[in-house]
């Protein structure tokens, strides 16, 4: 069988065919998108499965019906679809009553894909473009198309190479099938809804660092919008839910190659609003979301920060044991030349939604070069954002203990370390260097080459070291216990 090329232009009407009327697309479409934290679905090639992502699609049909009983057949539902919560309603008192329903599913192939147009107008074409059929589609399957042309003549195609769908044809290979009553006939409002996958949205920070020795950046929020359920979705009302509501769907997978699509820039922001527990972002005007693209759009309007560069250097954690650690290669902890991480920190402007922040500065030839890229989490207005941006090339560090005497009869013991910073860069750096002494929950600060910040678990120095130079901390910590306690 020839290779198959669907063509077809997308969002639209459906035409009606004996025995079966069909639903035509009023062009009105609102989606709820929600956050969506998985890679895969933003990725560019796509190579694993794309199943997360969660929407709620609201649609506007416009229906054309006969009095009496009969099969009503709705196209255009994504491949990712959830059977199981799609509805269908007519406004006010129509006179129609539904009385069954069933979901033909997409196969994710270029049958299924069709099969979602059933009930449409088809000219089915060869490879050398001679028309094969011309009419109205009425089944796909492994035997080929079956089309019923305009003389109630029916012919099934085998070897075909396009299918030309009619303008505005609505996309997407799954249908809603229904039986129906209409006391009268005529054209009906109806209202489409359904949820599904291969849908989702995740915040895309872009900072772009100043140089020289203060700490400013231009923040670009934007919002950026995977499709990938199987279906387009033009001219969209857009709601963006920021949050982690707990999202129940069956897996399904949708492989699609991905292409960057920058919407243009609306002449106004989103609103914000409280929906629940959680915020939305209502895009201004109407959007177009592409099956197979990631869309950027912005989310705020870009403002200029001060920011904090930070170079944290943290040996331990606060795990406390539950009596004295007398064991003198307990947390030992040494090690040589090790790099140091560089972190950006700053206060949100606004409601930060979860995403990821890309970090650049403009090298001496004038480009934009990534100084990295870390993740932001859900972050309320004014709070602090924290993100780790790479290993630094020019600041390393190395960690030694200098003494340990324990004296389980006195109930002490001491343990020193020296920590030495070095910097081959052309400016200076402070380094806060984070301890956690661990062998006991009381212990004290004896000594400290640098003052030093405490906590329970925790000390904090900051240690400036100069340019293509190093620094030296040295501190000695006490821990004391009663009998007890052993």
Not at 146 to 173: C, I, K
Not at 226 to 253: C, E, F, H, W
Not at 277 to 284: K, M, Q, W
Not at 322 to 333: E, I, S, T, Y
């Amino acid at each position: 069988m020839q290779r198959r090329r669907l063509a077809a232009c997308l969002t639209a009407a459906l035409v009606s065919s004996a025995g079966i009327p069909a639903a035509i697309a009023s062009g009105s479409v609102a989606l709820t998108i929600y956050h969506a934290g998985d890679d895969s679905l933003f990725s560019g090639d796509a190579s694993g499965n794309v199943d997360s992502g969660y929407s709620v699609v609201h649609e506007t049909r416009n229906v054309d019906l006969r009095g009496g009983r009969q099969t009503l057949r709705i196209g255009g539902l994504p491949a990712s679809v959830d059977p199981e919560a799609v509805t269908l309603g007519f406004a006010g008192n129509t006179g129609v009553k539904i009385l069954g329903r069933r979901i033909v599913l997409s196969r994710g192939d270029a049958d299924s894909a069709l099969a979602g147009h059933v009930g449409e107008d088809v000219i089915v074409a060869g490879g050398n473009g001679q028309v094969l059929a011309n009419g109205t589609l009425l089944a796909v399957d492994g035997n080929g198309l079956t089309v019923r042309g305009g003389s109630g003549s029916v012919v099934v195609v085998h070897d075909y190479a396009t299918v030309q769908l009619q303008p505005d044809s609505v996309g997407g290979g799954g249908s809603l099938v229904l039986a129906v009553d209409a006391a009268s006939g005529g054209t009906r409002d109806a209202q489409l809804n359904y949820t599904t996958s291969g849908i989702g949205w995740r915040a895309a920070y872009a900072a772009t660092l100043a140089g020289g020795s203060q700490c400013r950046m231009h923040f670009d929020p934007q919002a950026s919008v995977a499709n990938r359920s199987g279906r387009d979705y033009d001219n969209a009302t857009v709601k963006l839910i920021a949050g982690q509501p707990n999202l129940s769907q069956p897996p399904r997978m949708f492989m699609a190659k991905a292409a960057m699509a920058a919407a243009p820039a609306p002449e106004a922001m989103p609103q914000q609003r409280t929906l629940g527990d959680y915020r939305s972002f209502t895009l201004p005007g109407t959007i177009d979301l592409p099956d197979g693209t990631v869309t950027l759009t912005p989310l705020y309007a870009a403002s200029d920060l001060d920011c904090t560069r930070e170079y944290l250097l943290e040996a331990g954690g606060g795990w406390q044991p539950p009596k004295p650690v007398l064991d003198a290669d307990f947390n030992n902890n040494t090690y040589q030349d090790q790099p140091i991480p560089a972190t950006l920190r700053f206060a949100a402007p606004e409601a930060l939604p979860a995403g990821t922040l890309r970090a650049s500065t403009l090298d001496q030839d004038g480009a934009s070069e990534l100084l990295g890229q870390g993740d932001i989490p859900d972050t309320p207005k004014g709070k602090n954002v924290n993100v780790t941006l790479g290993q630094s090339f020019d600041l390393r560090a190395s960690r030694e203990r200098t003494a340990f005497t324990a004296d389980k009869t006195a109930h002490a013991m001491e343990e020193a370390f020296r920590i030495t910073l070095s910097n081959g860069g052309d400016a200076a750096r402070t380094v806060t260097v984070r301890e956690h002494p661990g062998r006991w929950r009381v212990w004290s600060l004896i000594s400290s080459s640098e003052p030093a910040k405490q906590t329970p678990d925790t000390l904090q120095f900051a240690v400036s070291v100069p340019a293509h130079g190093d620094a030296v901390l040295d501190y000695r910590v006490r821990y004391t216990w009663t009998a007890k306690d052993e």
